[in-house]
């Protein structure tokens, strides 16, 4: 768990500040949950492993004698009624359920807030870290899958985050291949685990495992090979092991799509179990890691419900967005430190704050010391981008001179 | 704890919005904290009774054995390591102390965040809500107070809320007035709770409260009674219970800060103990609690750093203060929603959406039902100002009529 600092809170305001109005331009409307869900419900299985991640609160007013039949109990969980939440996933499940009436037939939810999970330090790894979800409940047509990868594309664009890709494959093509391939489906989730590792441990390392695995290979190498690079061209040599029909929608998303760098992965599995159809990521062809994910999870919600209803999500990875964004220069331009002399009179400063900030100037004050250099370096380094001295005799904002703080 | 529905948190995070602006402007920083921090901090006692109220996060791994001991010790509070913040307070002399080196001298902290109390529940409680402080640290001169008093009055003006007043006292004039009344220090914290009600009870309560505390009262009923309504004017009076010192300093103050309107108030308290000077909160007419408050508290920052700091801070009752605030008209204008066919083409959909977005509008399609004016009502109800049918034959955003949504 991090502190953040006056420049990195800043950064990341103003790219949360970004993504909320680019999601609500696009029409998703966001919602806010709290942050402890019961304890039951977050240990309900549908959010995998991260389950066991979960922060558990204490029940209050805890006698000694409660705690004692815990253990004698062996039941030390039913000491915490409450946890904190490990995604915002089971909460909108959770949301969705309980308002269902008061929200609209087919509802495109933000959700931009932290999450915990209690996991060992490492690097790249925090225990609260912000999730920006979009999810739409209630439409099962392509509909969902279109307006949920454009506001990404558009939000990635608005953050100033060009060159980004979204490879999309659908969990039908992954079951018709391993169909194709004749593994037996109580062994699919470990061959899409492996298929999922093909950049890392190459066809060789996913043929090895697959075989280990006992799947008979033969042959498997040979599309392994066509399968990375190929993208859409694939569809013109109507390989056996592509579902048609799948690979049709895929095709029909990227026509409606003629502005989003679309490109057709069929080796793409992320790891949730719950997916259903489309899967999709972000790529930057500069980083080997993804900037955000998603897809078609239909039989989530109705676990809560007892109905089902469709629904499609993308989330974006901030933590790793907002390493990537650089310093907001408009910001800068419009911050300006005021240095005074110790015995200013504190009228006088508060009554040229007040005109410049009216100006929509961001103010700070600075009694002069004698290392001033070293004060202006700080200044610009928190972000302002100007600076005036305040003599004793001035009274009015016009009188100032501004300078430049060199960066 | 609740739910925030759209209408809901579209609201409150226009109003954050409007404060994080507002609050920067004016020179603070923002800076952000875990929400655990260490149980062992949150129990140091500078919270006072809100300690009581934390929500105790488990350790991780708790074996049966571990438990066991705990409650053989009778110590079941070190079954957990970490908590919730119950203020922003505790954690921001935490971060100082930390942090303190990379800091600017004067720092002027902005933190927006919730907090947690386990209350029992009961009407305007929540066990969550969202705190807005600012603070500055490093400043022992006026200068604190103006900047503080400045930047919220002119942040519930951006608000939109007409009509505050800052309420001002300092805890000097307090002791002073107790010590002139013969009470013994002992007893002052008591008294204070007695005078903090004299708008409840008024002077008869107060004086008879006093006296049950053992206090000789004779004469006291006359001062007190002078105390409620005489504001500023008590100072031309100069009576013997008024400290001089601190009068003039607020009379100082007051002369700083022409624009806000503030008014003395010897009686007010503020609860909490650790206030050494000024003591402030913010009223409105027609209401019959505050919408924040704040004060000087030079003591505080010094218990964590070993070293005395001066600190002096202000916090607005952001829960309290939303929900006096109307609807964001602006963006209502600005949000459209497009109702299409059924069978509508998804690219053409997309398409319309992207040029409108392009153009800065808010854009929800709606598939059209039935009962078309259903579907109107509740556009407009979820703040949408406009809509258009989308004709299988729209091709532009040029060729859509707009009509306004009744509200």
Known sequence: MRDFLPADKASREHALGVIRQSFSAHGFDEIETPVMEDAARLHSGLGGDNEKLAFAVMKRGL???DVAAA????DLLSLADLGLRFDLT????RFYATHRAELPTVFRAIQIAPVWRAERPQKGRYRQFVQCDIDIIGEAGPLAEI??????AATLDALGLTGCSIRINDRRILTTMLGHWGIAPELSERAL??????????VDGVVAELAGLGVDTAGIADTVNTLGGSGWNVGAEAPDWLDQTAFADLLALRAAMPGVDLVFD???VRGMGYYTGTIFEIS?????????GGGRYDGMIGRFLGTDVPACGFSIGFERIVDLLGADDASTARAVVLVHNPDANPAQLV??????VADGLRVRLERRTKNLKALLDRAAEAGFGRFAFVGNDTTTAAELEFKDLGT
């Open 63 to 65: 006698k000694a004698t």
């Open 71 to 74: 253990v004698a109990a062996d």
């Open 351 to 356: 009554n040229l704050k007040t005109a410049l």
């Open 284 to 292: 930057h062809p500069t980083l080997g890691y993804s900037l955000g």
């Open 90 to 93: 089971v909460p909108l499940a």
């Open 193 to 202: 685990i492996t298929i999922d590792k093909l950049d890392k441990i190459g």
């Open 266 to 268: 069929p080796t793409l």
């Open 147 to 152: 307006e949920l990868i454009t506001a990404t």
